[in-house]
């Protein structure tokens, strides 16, 4: 380890210790360029290149991040970037400076350079995916140091294009590694700091510049990386979440022209075609809770938005069968714990579950016979799932279990029947206060 220490040491000594060398070929490479065609890009000479990626990776080490710093690498680096044009020399300084801020003593340093601060929210514009993909990653870095998150949320609030930058990447862009990453630091900054989230939420994009709100490039992305990538889709997911916690979010929704109908056609889609066709419901559960989790919360806002939208649409049959599918393991999993070993709860799925009870409370509140009609014609409202949804909207949302039996008993009397004996039941065991009823509180899932 020590002779390792040694050679990186020397390694970096070579390179830093005549860094003026170093800072005078890179800067000699950018203004022989400057001065010629300004609108082309330069390539990086292989040398140089291969000199510069073995500091992006020594510089993974603590020990190699701290005498980067001693050397004044940011300094040198930010002053590369802020005249580079070429894109591979910019991506890889970024990249260094990444790696250097991955440790909290250096990270701190680094913060405190205002050339760093400007330059690198300046780069979000920037055309290039792997140069946007650093500096996204370099972003989400320094907002994970506690010491400095502070500092770079008040830069983003501070520079305005910053929303309009990262809205352009996720309305346009098809690189999947990129979307990942802005939809990291999206999220990132809509659970750290509210105030960025009603800015950017209520901030009207400029339409002659085909701009979108932030909510419709949250979907566009969303929809780019449905069948690409599960974990990038739940990140996005869950910034349209964010969004529904408050006002300002919940009128943009809600507003005739705006992205709620959209947004709720399609993660009513995913729900349905993507989350929960496999047969075995357990396992699909176990692997997609965390997804389902913020899907039935968006779909439960947006639910409670829909009168006001110019087309109000009917809530999809097969999006309540979900929903009552989800329901019935439920339910079939708390009988088996009654009857058997306890187990360890699982916090999520029971989020899951107090989640799914909610959305099916508001949507059958006012639910209608022909659509009760299609859910037992099809399958998805049977005596079973009657009987979950039974457990699930007694006591705490008796209204709206009562109308849906009283819609479902003229639908199919025999089915209805069983799901009033099931809230007989239920409602008697309450008052005797034996009956194992789930209650059903909201739970933050943030």
């Known amino acids: 380890m020590r002779d390792l220490h040694h050679q990186v040491e020397v390694s970096l000594r070579t390179w830093t210790g005549t860094h003026h060398r170093l800072q005078t070929q890179l800067v000699e490479m950018v203004t022989e360029h400057a001065e010629g065609d300004s609108e082309g890009q330069m390539e990086l000479p292989d040398g140089d290149e291969e000199d510069l990626c073995k500091v992006w990776d020594m510089a993974m080490d603590k020990d190699v991040a701290g005498l980067l710093q001693a050397f004044k690498a940011t300094d040198i680096l930010v002053g590369v970037i802020s005249r580079s044009r070429c894109p591979r020399l910019t991506e890889i300084c970024v990249g260094i400076l990444g790696n250097i801020a991955c440790f909290p003593d250096t990270c701190a340093t680094l913060s405190q350079n205002e050339n760093l601060g400007e330059v690198l929210l300046l780069l979000l514009g920037d055309a290039d995916p792997p140069t ?14 506690k010491d400095v998150c502070s500092l770079w949320l008040q830069r983003i609030r501070q520079q305005t294009s910053v929303r309009s930058n990262l809205c352009f990447i996720m309305s346009s862009s098809t690189n999947t590694d990129l979307l990942e990453k802005v939809g990291e630091l999206v999220e990132t900054l809509f659970d750290l700091d509210e ?35 599960p974990n990038g889709l739940e990140v996005y997911l869950h910034a349209l979440q964010l969004l529904t916690t408050i006002d300002e979010g919940i009128q943009t929704f809600a507003a005739p022209d705006g992205p709620g109908q959209a947004v709720g056609e399609f993660v009513g889609e995913v729900v349905c075609k993507d989350l929960c066709q ?3 419901l357990s396992v699909v559960l176990q692997e ?47 009988r088996e714990s009654q009857s058997g070993e306890e ?3 699982d916090e999520q799925l029971e989020a899951l579950a107090e989640a799914a009870a909610e959305l099916l409370a508001d949507i059958c509140v006012q639910i209608q016979k022909e659509t ?20 699930s909207l007694t006591p705490n949302f008796q209204t709206s279990f009562e109308h849906l039996q009283r819609v479902l008993s003229e639908a199919d009397p025999q089915v209805g029947r069983r799901g009033e004996e099931a809230g007989s039941c239920l409602r008697r065991g309450r008052d005797q206060g034996s009956a194992p009823v789930q209650t059903l509180t909201r739970r933050s899932f943030l």
């Open 278 to 280: 496999a047969e075995d």
């Open 132 to 145: 946007l993909l650093e500096t996204s990653r370099l972003l989400l870095t320094c907002l994970s140091q």
């Open 372 to 391: 009760v009609a299609d859910l037992v014609r099809e399958g998805y409202l049977t005596e079973r799932t009657c009987v979950a949804a039974a457990r």
């Open 343 to 345: 187990e360890k709860k």
């Open 195 to 229: 105030d960025i989230m009603k800015s950017w939420i209520t901030a009207q994009p400029k339409q002659a510049e085909g701009d979108l709100d932030v909510a419709s490039c949250l979907l566009e992305a969303a929809k780019q990386l449905r069948s690409e990538s």
């Open 288 to 334: 997609q809770k965390s997804t389902l989790l913020q899907a039935f919360s968006v779909l439960q806002a947006l639910h409670r938005c829909q009168d006001q939208w110019r087309s109000k649409a009917d809530t999809s049959v097969p999006l309540i069968g979900t929903v009552l599918r989800v329901l019935q393991h439920d339910s079939d999993a708390t």
